[in-house]
């Protein structure tokens, strides 16, 4: 697809996104199962839903650009998700791997406040407000997730860890 305008590369980036949120729901069990924490595990479990609300979003948006979700292949999240999947195979303490499964998680939050933050900016300036009101509203779940991870490591994992 040749990008002609700005409104050709947000709809790429829509793509990308689309694609790395679909890899993350295909993560997230794999994480909850070499979880040891309760807590943590609740928090992927939640966030787990939340992309599921996420991707219907994205869906409401392809439809308000009258376009279909599909082509791209996000490679870096599956390059993120893959640095994940070698970490789990680690022979790790329980306490220490959940401190490394929040390393990665965050890592993923941080692709998609970054994607989510720039394709927010485009839909503002193509002067798209309903399309923006959706993609701001999965930014801030993001920077929500990101916080709350955050607060979970530095309240209870990383100190079991040390
Ligand atoms: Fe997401
Ligand atoms: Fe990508
Ligand atoms: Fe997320």
Redesign the pocket.
């Known amino acids: 697809m040749k990008l002609n305008n700005l409104n050709d590369l947000f709809l790429h980036e829509l793509q990308?996104i689309y694609s790395?949120e679909n890899q993350i729901t295909k993560a997230l069990p794999v994480m909850m199962e070499a979880c040891s924490s309760d807590k943590l595990r609740t928090a992927f479990q939640d966030h787990l839903e939340m992309t599921e609300r996420q991707i219907d979003r994205l869906d409401r948006v392809f439809e308000l650009m009258g376009q279909k979700a599909s082509g791209e292949h996000?490679?870096?999240?599956e390059g993120i998700i893959k640095e994940a999947e070698s970490m789990m195979k680690e022979k790790a303490e329980a306490e220490v791997m959940d401190a490394a499964l929040i390393a990665s998680a965050q890592r993923v939050e941080h692709y998609e406040i970054a994607a989510y933050g720039t394709v927010c900016t485009y839909a503002k300036q193509l002067g798209l407000t309903d399309v923006m009101d959706l993609l701001h509203e999965t930014l801030e779940e993001e920077k929500m997730t990101d916080q709350l991870l955050t607060q979970i490591a530095e309240t209870s994992i990383n100190l079991k860890a040390q």
């Open positions: 990308d790395a996000c490679k870096a999240m």
